[in-house]
């Protein structure tokens, strides 16, 4: 069946400090979708990717599809505080169907 | 609106015991699916439905049954609950379903089974 990896599962940075996590599908997506969670909450949309190749910016946060459709990147520079949580890619190859990455938890250091 | 929202927030359980999950959303939305949440494992789809009266399973369907009676509801009941059900349950919505839609989550149940 389709599976979405995600890397790291965990993350510590000092803030100020990038960060990035990575998507690979087994199958090829029709696109993507990034959401976050914050602690305790529910998961909230991010943003979503369609095009081969695709980079999308928010803020000091950058998406990119890859060429193949296959794999996703989040990157965020200079993390703050209000960054915690966890990041998950969700692909969909299928219509009416998702596939969540396992997540990266990512803890900012003041 | 008031979105997505589910209830109860906290459950807990004796194995055995059967419940429902509640799940309800204002946004005249065509689309509706659970999750479950593990530590470590992200969200998989159990079940999801794409129109009133219309259900279909998702990843991890066994244990779980749904019904789509009306656009605004979507029940999730548990026939026996075992301990390997112990998770976070998500509910959401979108649209139509399609890849492209943006989908809203609940705030989520927090079920125990002990």
């Known amino acids: 069946g389709q599976q979405v990896m995600q890397i790291p599962q965990y993350q510590h940075v000092q803030e100020g400090e990038d960060f990035t996590t990575y998507c690979n599908s087994s199958?090829?997506?029709?696109?993507i979708q990034w959401y976050k969670q914050r602690p305790g909450g529910h998961p909230v949309f991010l943003i979503q990717?369609?095009?081969?190749?695709e980079v999308k910016k928010q803020k000091r946060l950058t998406f990119q599809f890859g060429e193949a459709k296959k794999n996703s990147s989040l990157h965020i520079t200079a993390t703050q505080t209000t960054d915690v949580g966890t990041y998950f890619c969700?692909?969909?190859?299928?219509?009416?169907?998702?596939?969540f990455g396992s997540g990266t938890k990512l803890n900012v250091k003041p | 609106n008031a979105g997505v929202t589910q209830t109860p927030k906290f459950q807990v359980l004796k194995t055995g015991q059967s419940m429902t999950l509640q799940c309800a959303q204002d946004?005249?939305?065509?689309?509706m699916s659970w999750y479950r949440q593990d530590p470590g494992m992200g969200l998989r789809l159990i079940h999801y439905?794409?129109?009133?009266?219309?259900?279909d399973q998702g990843e991890v369907p066994n244990g779980y049954n749904v019904s789509r009676s009306t656009t605004e509801d979507f029940p999730l009941r548990l026939l026996s609950a075992a301990p390997s059900q112990t998770s976070v349950y998500f509910c959401?919505?979108?649209?139509?379903?399609?890849?492209?839609?943006?989908?809203?989550f609940g705030p989520g149940t927090r079920l125990t089974v002990l």
């Open positions: 439905s794409v129109g009133a009266g219309i259900t």
């Open positions: 959401a919505s979108s649209k139509t379903g399609g890849s492209t839609d943006t989908q809203y």
């Open positions: 969700a692909g969909s190859a299928n219509f009416n169907k998702f596939y």
């Open positions: 946004m005249n939305h065509e689309y």
């Open positions: 990717l369609v095009k081969s190749g």
């Open positions: 199958t090829t997506l029709s696109n």
